[in-house]
Nanobody, 127 residues
Framework: QVRLVESGGGLVQAGGSLRLSCAAS????????MGWFRQAPGKEREFVAV????????SYADSVKGRFTISRDNAKNTVYLQMNSLKSEDTAVYYC????????????????????WGQGTQVTVSS
């Protein structure tokens, strides 16, 4: 069992930056691939980014590629999402999630493949 708590959301102007953090409880953080997802009003939750257990492999949704960077610090049990050049369409609740059923550098991008979820943090980008 792992508990995830996101922070760092807020209101930012278009073109600005935010850095989201997700702190995990428990001693087994490095066993999980970690993902970020988002859900805008009236839309389904969608994949944003994922990082492998050791941090050696990442993947991004096309809509954020080149603007967002996912990273992790296993010593601090924390995963980050650096968001630059924000657009109004990035407005959503952002969730971090942990995928326990992976080995090595395996990463997955589907919601139902993740085992644990945080409560979410709101990101609002004003145009």
């Amino acid at each position: 069992q792992v508990r995830l708590v996101e922070s760092g959301g807020g209101l930012v102007q278009a073109g600005g930056s935010l850095r989201l953090s997700c702190a995990a409880s428990g001693p087994t953080f490095s066993r999980y691939a970690m993902g970020w997802f988002r859900q805008a009003p009236g839309k389904e939750r969608e994949f944003v980014a994922v990082i492998s257990r050791s941090g050696g492999r990442t993947s991004y949704a096309d809509s954020v590629k080149g603007r967002f960077t996912i990273s992790r610090d296993n010593a601090k049990n924390t995963v980050y999402l650096q968001m630059n050049s924000l657009k109004s369409e990035d407005t959503a609740v952002y969730y971090c999630a942990a995928d326990a059923a992976v080995l090595g550098i395996t990463i997955r991008t589907l919601n139902n493949e993740y085992d644990y979820w945080g409560q979410g943090t709101q990101v609002t980008v004003s145009s």
